[in-house]
């Protein structure tokens, strides 16, 4: 069954209620929009381009601000871009998983301890040292998310991750990602149009004409989807 708007969820991490965002001089982009996701559970959000997914994104991560409504979200959040070279800002592996905790003032050992936690959390911790050009666009999603969980992020928000991968290492990526934030009793909202990736979810949105229009089970979900196609 496809729920509404699962603003009863009981013990939300992340909690979006009535969100009214536009651009200025643009389209209203969301409209009174709400959703919720439970601690811990690993949430996917589909909806056309266009339909602001990366604008509500950018809104819960903080990098945008609201005209009106309330953001809710337990614990510091990590961002993944669809384009990990826009977010990569170090020369080798081991710099750039440690360069939010060099910029956090901990000290050199701390740093450490938690590059190598990172790292083989994402199972790359034999290229610490590989410089970041030589890597995959896999490996530099991985990279991007090790940065996430050396900070520590309770919540990650991933914008696209596998648009530009192939199917390997797509489903390579959203496996290991899943796996990973329930382990670790991490959050993750996840934003994709590649419906296949919902057999790894928890749970769904779809963002149609500026709020949700459905939340739930993935799989009626992605019924509903693939008719379109
Ligand atoms: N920086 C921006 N300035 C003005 N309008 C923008 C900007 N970024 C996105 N938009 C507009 O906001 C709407 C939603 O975009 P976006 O959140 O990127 O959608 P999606 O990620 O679902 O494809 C689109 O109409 C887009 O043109
Ligand atoms: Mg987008």
């Not at 360069?99 to 911790?125: H, N, S, T, W, Y």
Request: glycine content about 8%; charged content about 25%.
């Amino acid at each position: 069954m496809i729920d509404s708007p699962r603003l009863e969820t009981p013990n939300p991490a992340i909690r979006v209620q009535n969100l009214n965002f536009q651009w200025p001089g643009g389209a209203r982009v969301l409209k009174s929009c709400s959703l919720a996701v439970p601690e811990g559970e690993f949430w996917m959000l589909l909806g056309t381009n266009g339909s602001g997914k990366s604008t509500l994104l950018r809104l819960l991560a903080g990098l945008l601000e609201s005209q009106s409504g309330d953001i809710d979200i337990r614990g510091r959040v990590g961002f993944v871009f669809q384009n990990p070279d826009h977010q990569l800002v170090m020369p080798t592996v081991g710099a750039d998983v440690a360069f939010g905790l060099v910029e956090d003032r901990l000290p050199q050992p701390e740093i450490r301890q938690r590059v190598e936690d990172a790292l083989a959390a994402v199972k790359l911790l034999e290229l610490q040292r590989r410089p970041i050009y030589a890597l995959s666009g896999g490996q530099k999603q991985r990279i991007a998310i090790a940065g996430a969980l050396a900070r520590h992020c309770q919540v990650l928000l991933f914008d696209e991750p596998t648009a530009l991968l192939d199917p390997d290492s797509q489903r390579d990526l959203v496996s290991q990602v899943r796996q990973l934030v329930k382990n670790r009793g991490i959050t993750a909202l996840w934003v994709t149009h590649r419906l296949d990736e919902l057999d790894y979810s928890d749970g769904a949105f779809l963002l149609e004409n500026g709020r949700v229009v459905a939340a739930g089970n993935p799989e009626p979900l992605k019924r509903r989807l693939m008719r379109r196609v």
